[in-house]
């Protein structure tokens, strides 16, 4: 094979966010045409970031772009769409009300008094090249997603793209709608398109990728071409899936072990649908007992919200049934608009789920000089750290609120704990801290604990479930020699 | 035969009490399709009934009273511009404080004109040979003033810029999804700056007409709360600038029958209608979900946009 000269190639690119962040360290990426480069990870692996960089949306704090050798600055959107690349959204960037032809030359300059008139023949000619079948006059709202995904698609070939970007194309699809699309790409590819397809699918990779560069961490842990993967056969997979989840070892946590309770939580065969009314939790059964910490892990998207939103009451299941005993207690995983109001005090937080407790409210009044010490007890025995109780909540950095949070729901007396990606965004200190309250707490409830960090459940958990699609597989402790099996599990072998 | 004439009396005078509507109602369906609500039609329409009266006063030439109260009327609209596009504050509390604004300031201003007719204003002229035409003719060609076509012209006029042209592509999008026209290189605060500007003038001419045709005479208040008929007008027409003539014309039906029928029906009653249809509207639109997105209000009404919060 001759060697080619990138069409765009990324050297160097470093981004931190404000609070200290780095989603992309001194990341390397070489992009050819005719080729599908597929960039995998985990999510919070860096390659949206990376991603958001290439197509201008930020800018990195260092790195530079060659496009056909040459060194380009990309500052803008608009300037990246001069270079020719052009990023599909996982959140599809179209209006719903207006049709398809109205979408695709929004801000193209076409004629002020026919501005659908060329557009038309385009979106035919292109119907043609891609055996699409997009109706120009059709509304949005009137398309399933994976027509508008193609809508998207056809938007961004008429801007001339010559580099696209599929920001998780696949994980809004059935199928069957999937295969549609890699029939387009795989076309696309013919006629010397570069794409770039982000996912973290390792299998959908190996089908319709020509090279593969993991992510993980913000880091490129690996980059290859994918014949090499399939020549070597499953364990070069198994290699694979290790390099995008890391190969984790149990952290030493101090952790006793309680004699099981009763069961408090027993979820039987239960299927939930998400928004858009497809079943995303596909017949889950388990139980968790008091004194155990069951942890559910699973690479994001599959299934786990809509799981825990039924747990937890938010979502009404669509068949199947869980019981729960007693109290549930729940740590959300979007501690600011899900787990506090950020405007109100943190006294005022520190009872939102157990205002009605006799203790704090009497008929129709609040018992405010009880709740003010109940709150500074709290912030003591949980070492929050702030000015006083009247400090609003949104006011705390993470590790604080998160604090306050798991003291108002381990104070309450509850016999089932769900704790949402507990230490997402936390620092180590703060991380130890809620381990050790959540362990604890074993002895009064069971624990549901729902992360994408698979160190943390297996370093906290005594007996894990590997959400994947919509479906969990249970692994009985001790893990250590099945770490290897759980991450496979995880991305989907 | 009576009951026929009489019909046809009032569907002609409907037209004429149908314009200021009409004209401050386009104005608001092309500010609220970009995106911002301005409650303040009531502000802007009396400081154009002001300064249209006074400029005809002044100068003898009820063209430049029109002019004056467009530009006026703009002028205060870019202030809901700047306090909502810039400021990010919230549209309704902008929206009201102009509306109190425009009423107190030519309250102060208006006293010493108070109660001195115009000596010129424009004439009711009949349409030669239109006029002919069977029933039509006596309606819409016979005794109008040329405002209500220019009002009509208008409707027109708005209705294909904002369904057929790339402006109005751009214009309807922004009010729907402005992050999305940011990505695709549109300059939101322009284009909502352009539309509230357009929304002041044609609040501003419509107050004007108020005060040069409806009246020829400035009276404190005289508008009346025809601005807060205009954004209910908005809503029962559904932002459509065709719609909008039929609404206009009918609360203007309905304000001359309040007059003519005030022996049998209590006028308040007649002129609550408008209220009552703009509840009824979005009711029987939300009934249906595919209907509601499809006619419904622009998805990014009174949400300020700043690239930021991406």
Redesign the interface.
Known sequence: MQKRDAIISMKGITKTFPGGLKANDNIDLDIYQGEIHAVLGENGAGKSTLMNILSGIYRADSGEFFLNCKPVQIKSPKEAISHGIIMVHQHFRLIPPHTVAENIVLGLGTSFLSPLKGIEKSIKEFNEQYNLSIHPKTRICDLSVGEQQRVEIVKALIRGASILILDEPTSVLTPQEAKELFGILEKMKKEGKAIIFITHKLEEVLEIADHITILRKGKVTASMPSDQIAKKGSEAKSELAMKMVGREVILKVEKESFSLGNTVLEVDNLKVLDDRGIEAVKGVSFSVNRGEVFGIVGVAGNGQGPLVEAITGLRPPSSGSFTVKGDVGYIPEDRLSMGSVGDLTLAENSILTDYKNSCFSRHLLLNLSYIREYAEILMIKFSVVAPNVNTRAKQLSGGNLQRLILARELSKNTQLLVAEQPTHGLDVGSIEFVWKFLLEQRKNAGILLISGDLSEVLSLSDRIGVMFQGKVTIFESPFSDKIEEIGLKMTGF | MEWQLWIIETLRRALAYGTPLLLGTLGEIYTERSGILNLGVEGMMILGAFTGFVTTFVTGNPWIGFLMGALVGGAASLIHAFLSINLRVIQVVSGLALTLFGLGLTGVLGRGWEGQPLKVSLEMFSVPYLKEIPILGPIVFTEQNVLVYIGIGFALLLWIVLF????G??I??VG??P???D????NIPLVRYLCTFIGGVLAGIGGAYLSIIYRPSWTQGMTSGMGWIVIALTIFSLWHPLMAIVGSYIFGSLFYLSFRLQPWVAPELLTIMPYLFTILAPMFLNVHR?LR??MGAP?ALGIPYSREE?
């Open positions: 057929k042209t790339s402006w592509i751009t309807r999008s729907e999804d992050a999305t026209a990505a695709l290189g549109i595919t997105r499809r998805a991406e």
